[in-house]
């Protein structure tokens, strides 16, 4: 199996990784700078290239690993290979690759930073294409890369990156809250770290609403009104306070 | 070591099975049911009471670990004693315990199940006493019990307990948005999870606001208005959403 990656991001640099780790060859590595192309291209011993007149035709499989804006015009370049094209963005509709004789998508539903080492075998990957034969292709693939594959649609993929959003972004704002609500008072956010984890942990098995504590839901007026005192420097976060609450008071009525 | 404790919720168990642990003596389990008393008390080889007169007057620590609305009315049966007696409350005042001999508070900062294990040694323990000696013993007992011990005020820990809402009981909630999101479309949440134990993970050792990603943070208008769009039909959705994005487009200028 021999892969070519389009784009040297975080999606990037752990895909590469992960193609490693399951024997798969991964010969070139192109980004729109030929820094970047080489940082990643010598970590898997792959050619850099900055240049897609130079890429290799007789690959595998593609995988187009760049910004969503981008996509379009990267595919643009990549017609008439008879490997499988495939993109990893959650917010794009598969129908981008039209032009493309094989195509896909495999979108890896992850928060990935390129420092941070992660266990790619556990990582959710969504899987689409209009043929039947290219999809099989790309689910034998996806499931020498991680032991979570699902076949998803465009309409469901663009749920779950709505849903990403909710359960990936906005808490870790909420994170932000509260390191700079201790930060205040010069206390450590070493003392909220093992809660925020703690209550991760707690999802994996449960379901969030069988497992929802703190005051709004024991629907405890008072200490929901000191905290609120405790915020009156910070109209921004009272807002979140009241209107958070009132939907988690509601959702267990 | 000898204690004495006065509740049996999800605190006093988890705190019961740590003194345990660190071969400390669990003499009395006392509940105001003796069915509850009972349930913990069994599990660490005390006795069950549901009747404070018949404390055991010699112990060395009374932790009360009730609702905060019933710690006074268990702390007025406890004065005259001796031992140490310390309250387990984040949104608590010591003074409530301002007829006790020796007191202080031991708040253990974290999100706590009777089902649930978990690692107590970690866990953040709180601690507090106008007693310089007081304050002595509660930190020698403390730190059998974890290797997370921290001088706390009251007025630092009622800042901590509004901050463990917004890092523990709002991501639930977030958690909760995204699972119902997902099950609309008959999509399982086990796509969802491995996201969530990640964001968690990543700010065990980085800041949060140094690694949030998102369309907010990027200044993604695009994405945000067709999130918006797939929102139409849960408006309370689309106003956390909107006013979320604002706040983290608004702390990263």
Not at 39 to 59: P, Q, S
Request: charge should be negative; include cysteine.
């Amino acid at each position: 199996m021999r892969v070519v990656l389009l784009g040297s991001g975080n999606v990037a640099t752990h895909l590469a990784q992960a193609f490693i780790a399951a024997d798969m060859q991964v010969v070139q590595v192109w980004s729109y700078t030929l820094e970047n192309a080489n940082a990643l291209a010598e970590k898997v011993g792959a050619a850099a290239l900055a240049d897609l007149d130079l890429i290799d035709r007789d690959a595998d499989l593609y995988v187009i690993s760049v910004k969503d804006d981008a996509i379009a015009s990267v595919a643009g370049q990549l017609k008439g290979l008879d490997g499988l094209v495939v993109h990893t963005s959650g917010a794009t509709d598969l129908a981008i690759l039209q032009d493309i004789v094989h195509s896909g998508v495999l979108y890896p539903l992850q928060t990935f930073s390129k420092t941070q080492a992660l266990d790619f075998s556990k990582v959710p990957l969504c899987l689409e294409s209009a043929d039947d034969g290219d999809y099989l292709k790309l689910d034998n693939i996806a499931k020498q890369l991680s032991t979570a594959v699902f076949k998803i649609s465009s309409a469901e993929r663009k749920v779950l990156h709505v849903a990403a959003v909710f359960v990936c972004n906005f808490p870790n704002y909420l994170y932000q809250v509260g390191q700079e609500l201790v930060a205040e008072h010069d206390l450590s956010f070493d003392l909220l770290r093992p809660l925020i984890l703690e209550t991760a942990l707690k999802v994996q098995h449960a379901n969030p609403a069988a497992v929802q504590t703190g005051p709004a839901v024991r629907g405890d007026e008072k200490t929901m009104q000191r905290h609120m005192g405790l915020l009156t420097n910070h109209p921004v976060w009272q807002d979140i306070y009241e209107s958070v609450s009132k939907n988690i008071k509601n959702t267990h009525i």
